[in-house]
């Protein structure tokens, strides 16, 4: 019914940048809350940044002042950009949406598939 598609992950050098996009597709009527979330190897799935429909914003404190959460309501499309990325921010990136799919006012989970961002020192 729904899929959450992520790209613009890849291969970076310490200090380099990468945006990140997820595009909401199929039977979407409204989405919430977005948000992106990381895991490395051998750890928890962590939050990264959230966005609301009304943009307000929160950041992990690791990546305040580095990463930038933003969305295109239009497109239901939602933006990562990651700029003066570190080894430790290495880790496979997930988009994650709360999406009402029909007439009642019901939202649901979605995640996408990840993307993976390596940053080489």
């Known amino acids: 019914q729904v899929q959450l598609v992520e790209s613009g992950g890849g291969l970076v050098q310490a200090g380099g940048s990468l945006r990140l996009s997820c595009a909401a597709s199929g039977r979407v009527v409204s989405i919430n809350n977005m948000g992106w979330y990381c895991q490395a190897p051998g750890k928890q799935r962590e939050l990264v940044a959230v966005?609301?429909?009304?943009?307000?914003?929160n950041y992990a404190d690791s990546v305040k002042g580095r990463f930038t959460i933003t969305r295109d309501n239009a497109k239901n499309t939602m933006y990562l950009q990651m700029n003066s990325l570190r080894p430790e921010d290495t880790a496979v990136y997930y988009c994650n949406a709360h999406i009402r799919t029909g007439i009642r006012p019901l939202w649901d989970d979605y995640w996408g598939q990840g993307t993976q961002v390596t940053v080489s020192s």
């Open positions: 966005i609301s429909s009304g943009g307000s914003t």
